[in-house]
C-alpha cells in the first residue's frame, strides 16, 4: 500500500514543497478503483490529488487511453483522478476523458466532476468560493432553430443516480446539526500556508447589477461603476455555504449576467459550468462546482485557485460518507484514514494556504469558473475540440 500523506517518510524540497513520496508496488489492481474524479483545470487537479490519503503507483495502461491519470485513496475509497487536456474544455471532451478512464478502470461504478463554476446570485445568496452540488444538469445550449428564428432547448435534464443522490441526502442532514468539515479539509490539506496562491484571495467579492457591463481594458474593476454594485449582507469572515441546485452545462462561456439571469430563470439553475452535461450519459456523475465568478463581464481568475479547492474539499467530505462494499472494505488499510498534519514537513505537504471556516459554510471565496468563452448556440452533432479562453 502506497504511504499516507501523514507518513514522515516523504520528501520535501527548500521551499517545503513535496516533491515524492515513497510508493509501494502493492497498488491496487485497476479493477479495485470505484471512485472516478474528473476535473478540467491543472489547478482543479492540484487541488484533488492535495486531499487524497495516499497516492498510488500508476501501472501501464492501454495504449488507445490518452488520458494521465493519479490515483490514490480516501477513507478506503480507491480514486482515479483524470483531468481534461491543457486548453480544450466543454462538453465533448470531458466525454471522451470519461469513456476511456472507464475502459481502463472496469470497477468504477460513480464520478465525480469537481472544479469552478459561475454562480446564479439572482437565484441564490452566492458567494465567491460557495460550493453549488449539482442535484440536477441541464444542457442550455443543446436545441434547434425554430422557424420564427427563436431558439428551442431541447436537452433532457439528468440527475445523480440513487447511490450519489441518497449519499448527498445523508450529508445534508448531517449539515442540519453540525457544520461541514470542508473549512477544517481546506485548513489541514489544501492551505496549511497563509502565502498559499489556493488560499482566500485579497481581491474583495464585488456583484454587479446584472444589466451592468464591464468598462474597463484591465481584468480588474477598480474603474467600473461602484454606484452599479448590489448590496449584499454582512457573510461571517471566511465562510462557505454549499448550495445544492440544478447546474447549467454547456459549450459556451456565460460572461453576460442579463443572458445568465435569463437562463437561469428558464432552467432554473444556480450555477454555469461546461463539462458535467457531456459525463451524465457516460457514468452516473455528481457536478460539484466552487464559485469563482458571477458569470458576467466582471469575471476574473482571481478566485479559481481557492474556488477549486473549496470544491475539492467538499468532495471528500462527501466521499467519506459514501458506504463502501465488503471487498472494499477488507482492503483497506488503517493509514487511509485521514488524520490532521502534525509534523512541520506535513504541514508544508502542499504549497495552499490555511483559509477560514465554516459549517455548511466553508471559507468563502469568490469566483466562478469561467465557462467557455463565446456566445452563440451550439448543436448537438459533430464532435468538436474547444479550445476556449477559460
Given at each position: 500500500m502506497a504511504r499516507s500523506f501523514n507518513d514522515p517518510g516523504q520528501h520535501f524540497d527548500p521551499k517545503g514543497q513535496r516533491c515524492g513520496r515513497e510508493r509501494s508496488p502493492s497498488a491496487p489492481r485497476y479493477d479495485h478503483y470505484t471512485i472516478a474524479w474528473i476535473c478540467a483545470l491543472y489547478i482543479e487537479m492540484a487541488a484533488a490529488r492535495a486531499i487524497l490519503d495516499e497516492i498510488h503507483e500508476v501501472r501501464p495502461k492501454g495504449f488507445e487511453d490518452t488520458n494521465s491519470y493519479v490515483l490514490g485513496n480516501i477513507k478506503g475509497h480507491n480514486i482515479v483522478i483524470a483531468c481534461l487536456p491543457v486548453g480544450q474544455y466543454g462538453t465533448n471532451n470531458a466525454a471522451t476523458v470519461a469513456t476511456n478512464l472507464k475502459r481502463t478502470f472496469p470497477g468504477i461504478h460513480i464520478g465525480l466532476m469537481v472544479g469552478i463554476g459561475g454562480g446564479v446570485p439572482s437565484k441564490a445568496d452566492i458567494r465567491l468560493g460557495d460550493v453549488v452540488v449539482g442535484t440536477k444538469v441541464v444542457q442550455f445550449d443543446l436545441g434547434k432553430i425554430m422557424g420564427d428564428g427563436k431558439f428551442e432547448r431541447t436537452a433532457i435534464p439528468k440527475t445523480p443516480?440513487?447511490?450519489?443522490?441518497?449519499?448527498?441526502?445523508?450529508?445534508?442532514?448531517?449539515?442540519?446539526?453540525?457544520?461541514?468539515?470542508?473549512?477544517?479539509?481546506?485548513?489541514?490539506?489544501?492551505?496549511?500556508?497563509?502565502?498559499?496562491?489556493?488560499?482566500?484571495?485579497?481581491?474583495?467579492?464585488?456583484?454587479?447589477?446584472?444589466?451592468?457591463?464591464?468598462?474597463?481594458?484591465?481584468?480588474?474593476?477598480?474603474?467600473?461603476?461602484?454606484?452599479?454594485?448590489?448590496?449584499?449582507?454582512?457573510?461571517?469572515?471566511?465562510?462557505?455555504?454549499?448550495?445544492?441546485?440544478?447546474?447549467?452545462?454547456?459549450?459556451?462561456?456565460?460572461?453576460?449576467?442579463?443572458?445568465?439571469?435569463?437562463?437561469?430563470?428558464?432552467?432554473?439553475?444556480?450555477?454555469?459550468?461546461?463539462?458535467?452535461?457531456?459525463?451524465?450519459?457516460?457514468?452516473?456523475?455528481?457536478?460539484?462546482?466552487?464559485?469563482?465568478?458571477?458569470?458576467?463581464?466582471?469575471?476574473?481568475?482571481?478566485?479559481?485557485?481557492?474556488?477549486?479547492?473549496?470544491?475539492?474539499?467538499?468532495?471528500?467530505?462527501?466521499?467519506?460518507?459514501?458506504?463502501?462494499?465488503?471487498?472494499?472494505?477488507?482492503?483497506?488499510?488503517?493509514?487511509?484514514?485521514?488524520?490532521?498534519?502534525?509534523?512541520?514537513?506535513?504541514?508544508?505537504?502542499?504549497?495552499?494556504?490555511?483559509?477560514?471556516?465554516?459549517?455548511?459554510?466553508?471559507?468563502?471565496?469568490?469566483?466562478?469558473?469561467?465557462?467557455?468563452?463565446?456566445?452563440?448556440?451550439?448543436?448537438?452533432?459533430?464532435?468538436?475540440?474547444?479550445?476556449?479562453?477559460?
Amino acid at each position: 500500500m502506497a504511504r499516507s500523506f501523514n507518513d514522515p517518510g516523504q520528501h520535501f524540497d527548500p521551499k517545503g514543497q513535496r516533491c515524492g513520496r515513497e510508493r509501494s508496488p502493492s497498488a491496487p489492481r485497476y479493477d479495485h478503483y470505484t471512485i472516478a474524479w474528473i476535473c478540467a483545470l491543472y489547478i482543479e487537479m492540484a487541488a484533488a490529488r492535495a486531499i487524497l490519503d495516499e497516492i498510488h503507483e500508476v501501472r501501464p495502461k492501454g495504449f488507445e487511453d490518452t488520458n494521465s491519470y493519479v490515483l490514490g485513496n480516501i477513507k478506503g475509497h480507491n480514486i482515479v483522478i483524470a483531468c481534461l487536456p491543457v486548453g480544450q474544455y466543454g462538453t465533448n471532451n470531458a466525454a471522451t476523458v470519461a469513456t476511456n478512464l472507464k475502459r481502463t478502470f472496469p470497477g468504477i461504478h460513480i464520478g465525480l466532476m469537481v472544479g469552478i463554476g459561475g454562480g446564479v446570485p439572482s437565484k441564490a445568496d452566492i458567494r465567491l468560493g460557495d460550493v453549488v452540488v449539482g442535484t440536477k444538469v441541464v444542457q442550455f445550449d443543446l436545441g434547434k432553430i425554430m422557424g420564427d428564428g427563436k431558439f428551442e432547448r431541447t436537452a433532457i435534464p439528468k440527475t445523480p443516480d440513487q447511490l450519489l443522490g441518497t449519499t448527498i441526502a445523508k450529508l445534508r442532514s448531517k449539515h442540519e446539526y453540525e457544520p461541514s468539515r470542508a473549512l477544517s479539509i481546506l485548513q489541514q490539506s489544501l492551505i496549511t500556508r497563509p502565502d498559499s496562491e489556493y488560499n482566500q484571495p485579497s481581491t474583495p467579492d464585488q456583484l454587479f447589477q446584472a444589466t451592468y457591463e464591464h468598462r474597463s481594458q484591465l481584468p480588474n474593476c477598480n474603474d467600473c461603476d461602484q454606484s452599479r454594485l448590489i448590496s449584499r449582507g454582512e457573510r461571517v469572515p471566511k465562510t462557505i455555504t454549499i448550495h445544492y441546485g440544478a447546474i447549467a452545462s454547456g459549450n459556451q462561456v456565460m460572461r453576460h449576467g442579463t443572458t445568465r439571469d435569463n437562463i437561469a430563470r428558464e432552467l432554473d439553475t444556480i450555477c454555469f459550468e461546461m463539462e458535467a452535461a457531456g459525463l451524465m450519459n457516460v457514468l452516473p456523475f455528481l457536478p460539484i462546482r466552487g464559485i469563482c465568478d458571477y458569470s458576467d463581464s466582471h469575471k476574473t481568475k482571481e478566485w479559481q485557485k481557492y474556488a477549486a479547492a473549496t470544491a475539492a474539499a467538499y468532495a471528500r467530505e462527501l466521499i467519506e460518507e459514501l458506504p463502501m462494499a465488503e471487498d472494499q472494505k477488507s482492503a483497506c488499510s488503517a493509514s487511509s484514514v485521514w488524520t490532521p498534519s502534525s509534523t512541520p514537513e506535513d504541514k508544508l505537504f502542499n504549497s495552499f494556504h490555511n483559509s477560514g471556516g465554516g459549517v455548511m459554510n466553508v471559507n468563502t471565496g469568490s469566483g466562478t469558473q469561467n465557462n467557455n468563452n463565446g456566445g452563440g448556440n451550439q448543436f448537438s452533432g459533430a464532435i468538436h475540440t474547444l479550445h476556449l479562453a477559460r
